[in-house]
């Protein structure tokens, strides 16, 4: 059975992913600031934690759930982000600095505190947005 740690899972693509892997006899971490989607869907096979990339706290929470219940994790999904939508005149400077805690360094904290626990034959897969590729010009208001 694998084992498999994703983020952003109380909708979008977390959300779908966690009832895929579910149905694959996987066994899942589901992280999310919002766990009720994915507890409300009482699978056996999947743990649902409140979770936020830029909490120092809800990390090593996570660290320690690892630690204590699983031996290792196969792999570990950093899907979950954060966007601010609004002219990139207008953006300020904190909010620039909460988009980049939570999808630069959340992702790496949590990537780095998985990756011991990872089998040789482990991934680690990063989700990103279009907005990241193709800019504010398609998707305007999403520079930040």
Same mark, same amino acid.
């Given at each position: 059975?694998?084992?498999?740690?994703?983020?952003?899972?109380?909708?979008?693509?977390?959300?779908?992913?966690?009832?895929?892997f579910a149905q694959q006899d996987c066994e899942i971490l589901a992280l999310s600031r919002n766990? $009720?989607?994915?507890?409300?869907?009482?699978?056996?096979?999947?743990?649902?934690?409140?979770f936020d990339l830029a909490s120092t706290k809800d990390l090593e929470n996570v660290e320690s759930f690892l630690k204590e219940n699983w031996s290792s994790v196969d792999i570990l999904i950093n899907n979950a982000g954060k966007l601010v939508n609004k002219p990139f005149t207008?953006?300020?400077?904190?909010?620039?600095f909460s988009v980049y805690q939570t999808n630069a360094m959340g992702n790496f904290q949590?990537?780095? $505190?998985v990756v011991p626990?990872? $089998?040789s034959d482990g991934h680690v897969v990063s989700i990103s947005t279009m907005g990241g590729v193709q800019g504010s010009v398609k998707f305007p208001g999403l520079s930040a």
């Amino acid at each position: 059975m694998k084992r498999i740690v994703i983020t952003g899972t109380s909708r979008g693509i977390g959300f779908e992913m966690v009832q895929l892997f579910a149905q694959q006899d996987c066994e899942i971490l589901a992280l999310s600031r919002n766990p $009720k989607p994915v507890q409300e869907l009482n699978l056996s096979n999947v743990r649902a934690l409140p979770f936020d990339l830029a909490s120092t706290k809800d990390l090593e929470n996570v660290e320690s759930f690892l630690k204590e219940n699983w031996s290792s994790v196969d792999i570990l999904i950093n899907n979950a982000g954060k966007l601010v939508n609004k002219p990139f005149t207008e953006i300020t400077a904190e909010e620039l600095f909460s988009v980049y805690q939570t999808n630069a360094m959340g992702n790496f904290q949590l990537t780095q $505190k998985v990756v011991p626990m990872m $089998k040789s034959d482990g991934h680690v897969v990063s989700i990103s947005t279009m907005g990241g590729v193709q800019g504010s010009v398609k998707f305007p208001g999403l520079s930040a």
